[in-house]
């Protein structure tokens, strides 16, 4: 079913004012290639402090202590990354 011609001259000024207000994302619609949604910063967290964890207890067997400073480092820098991530939303449930 072909638009009225005022509907096309909506959907033109609709076009328009995407564009202004947000032209990443009016190109990315208009090339059609979907976009990858970061990831959660609690997801992001949890797994670095994992990580980190994992690479103290790999430490332990090998004496290896660059591994152990890394993986307390990394433990480190997640705790303290999710702090400031509460801090800045503090109205969200984590």
Not at 10 to 33: H, K, M, N, T, Y
Not at 64 to 89: C, D, E, M, T
């Amino acid at each position: 079913m072909p638009l009225s011609e005022r509907e096309r001259r909506v959907l033109e000024q609709l076009e328009r004012e995407l564009f202004i207000q947000d032209p990443d994302l009016a190109r990315q619609l208009e090339s059609g290639v979907p976009v990858r949604t970061p990831v959660h910063p609690r997801i992001r967290d949890v797994i670095a402090a994992a990580a980190g964890v994992l690479l103290v207890l790999l430490a332990i067997p090998l004496h290896v202590i660059p591994f152990a400073l890394a993986g307390i480092l990394l433990v480190v820098h997640a705790v303290f990354s999710h702090r400031n991530y509460k801090k800045q939303a503090p109205s969200r449930l984590l």
